[in-house]
């Protein structure tokens, strides 16, 4: 078994000074796997004081000289996908196949689009006889999950140092092996001591995190519950803040859809990652007229869905990250039951390996938009098909959630899907599986939070305007 003993902190490895010790479970074997030493209070202040010794140095450096060390990072990370793929597969069950197609080229395009931003940003420009700057805002405290946990870190932390920031990571505590590849990539890379910093911890160290002084700016990725904590926390004392918070998306499918594209599309985007994704389309707004051609397409979708050990790179469904996570699930799933949802065939008839977090993927279709099942996020691989009579009602049903992160439209008409997306009440939409451009803004509307990560609009999140007058003489008129 690995045990985790050290933070990184001013360029060294160092004990962790807490008394708390998560221990990771192998969510495919149930075996223990790993274990990891929390960091204190006291680690988050030495954390602070070396991230905030560091911040002069590097945010006066120059941006192209910021931008090569990133480059270089991402260098490394990708030098390391494979020990990153097993260490994802193994501690939270991503599936091979996920973590090769997703998991590592995402960050890493993200990575690259930070690096191109702060290439081609405009930092000071003169309005009149004054200097506007875009400065970097400080000491950033990052907070992450474990679902996509280096696309998550990257956001945050690539960005975070392009702007000129330094940083403090407290990454989840249940997926370590990728905060420590990141960490010995952005090493190798040459980062100076102090921009980066890393502390491990559960809620103890997020909240010492939200409440130290040196701390300018919190970066937070969860769930609703423990952003609306982030938040008052770090508002309290006059923080900056970014939440990237939970979804409840809905796929639109209008009556011109291409079903047999939309309908395995849709699954994908509620199966992936065995539906821990906060993108995850976990609701299908369906006209009733197709209900039953619809349910028909999701049985045979499903049997494509094999359920097993996530190495085995024919898996495409691995478990569930926790066992407190797979019970949660699952009753999610009688509730959906009981509450009188109808439960697709083959939703539940798949033998389950006999140990494993797994939950079969299922579908629910005559769902009502109030269920709990159509109106909480699940987290795992469960769908709920809602039917509809009219355009109007689609769009209505779509946004009757307390979310609003992304979502899609299905249509044979560009033009009608694109005014149904215009219309849909969150951060993203994808028109007919278009996928995500990562030059553009990523983030929530209502409660899946506020900020932006992604190209230069998350780079910007981190920065903040200063006007300096008089510093340029005004001709004479
Ligand atoms: P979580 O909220 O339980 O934990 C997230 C992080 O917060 C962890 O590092 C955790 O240790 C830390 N934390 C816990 N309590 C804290 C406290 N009181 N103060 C400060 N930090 C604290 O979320 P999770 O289970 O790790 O992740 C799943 C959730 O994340 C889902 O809701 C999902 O939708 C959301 N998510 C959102 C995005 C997005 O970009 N919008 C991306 C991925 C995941």
């Not at 000289?65 to 939270?92: G, H, S, Y």
């Not at 960490?183 to 001591?193: C, D, F, K, Y």
Request: charged share 20%.
């Amino acid at each position: 078994m690995k045990h985790v003993d050290d933070n990184f902190i001013d360029g060294k490895w160092s004990k962790a000074g807490g008394s708390e010790r998560t221990t990771v479970v192998n969510p495919t074997t149930e075996a223990d796997y790993a274990t990891v030493a929390h960091g204190s209070r006291m680690d988050v202040a030495s954390a602070a004081e070396a991230a905030a010794k560091a911040f002069p140095d590097w945010s006066s450096m120059a941006a192209g000289a910021r931008a090569a060390i990133l480059e270089r990072t991402l260098k490394e990370i990708e030098n390391r996908t494979d020990a990153f793929v097993e260490a994802m597969a193994r501690e939270i069950g991503v599936p091979v196949w996920f973590g090769k197609m997703l998991q590592l080229p995402m960050p890493l395009r993200n990575g690259a689009v930070a690096v191109e931003a702060i290439r081609s940003m405009r930092w000071r420009e003169f309005m009149g006889p004054s200097l506007v700057s875009r400065v970097p805002v400080g000491v950033i405290g990052a907070i992450t999950p474990w679902n996509a946990p280096l696309h998550q870190i990257v956001a945050k932390v690539m960005a975070a140092l392009a702007a000129g920031c330094t940083v403090i990571l407290k990454p989840s505590e249940i997926a370590p092996s990728t905060a420590i590849l990141f960490t010995e990539s952005l090493a190798a890379a040459g980062l100076p001591p102090g921009a980066f910093n890393m502390v491990w911890g559960g809620p103890e160290v997020g909240s010492a995190i939200c409440s130290h002084p040196d701390i300018d700016m919190v970066s937070f990725t969860g769930s609703e519950r423990v952003g609306m904590a982030v938040a008052e926390a770090a508002g309290r004392r006059g923080k900056r803040v970014v939440l990237e918070l939970g979804g409840k998306s809905a796929a639109v499918i209008l009556d011109d859809a291409p079903l047999e594209k939309a309908i395995p599309a849709v699954l994908t985007s509620c199966f992936a990652n065995s539906g821990q994704t906060c993108v995850a389309q976990s609701r299908m707004v369906v006209p009733r007229r197709l209900r039953g051609e619809i349910e028909d397409l999701c049985r045979d979708a499903m049997k494509t869905w094999t359920v097993g050990d996530p190495l085995d790179p024919s898996t495409r469904l691995g478990p569930l990250a926790t066992s407190a996570h797979y019970r949660r699930v699952r009753e999610y799933i009688a509730r959906g039951a009981a509450e009188g949802a109808k439960a697709i065939e083959g939703s539940g008839e798949r033998i389950e390996p006999e140990r494993g977090y797994f939950v079969l993927p299922t579908v629910f279709s005559r769902v009502e938009p109030s269920m709990i099942i159509a109106t909480e996020e699940i987290f795992g691989p469960v769908l709920s098909v809602i039917a509809y009579d009219d355009e109007r009602e689609a769009i209505a049903i779509a946004n009757d959630t307390s979310y609003g992160l992304s979502g899609s439209v299905w249509g044979s008409d560009n033009e009608r899907a694109l005014r149904v997306a215009c219309q849909l009440r969150t951060g993203q939409v994808s028109l007919n599986g278009a996928p995500q451009n990562f030059l553009t803004p990523f983030g929530g509307f209502k409660k899946s939070g506020f900020g932006r990560e992604n190209g230069r609009f998350g780079v910007e999140e981190f920065l903040q305007y200063q006007a300096i007058h008089g510093a340029a003489a005004v001709p004479d008129a």
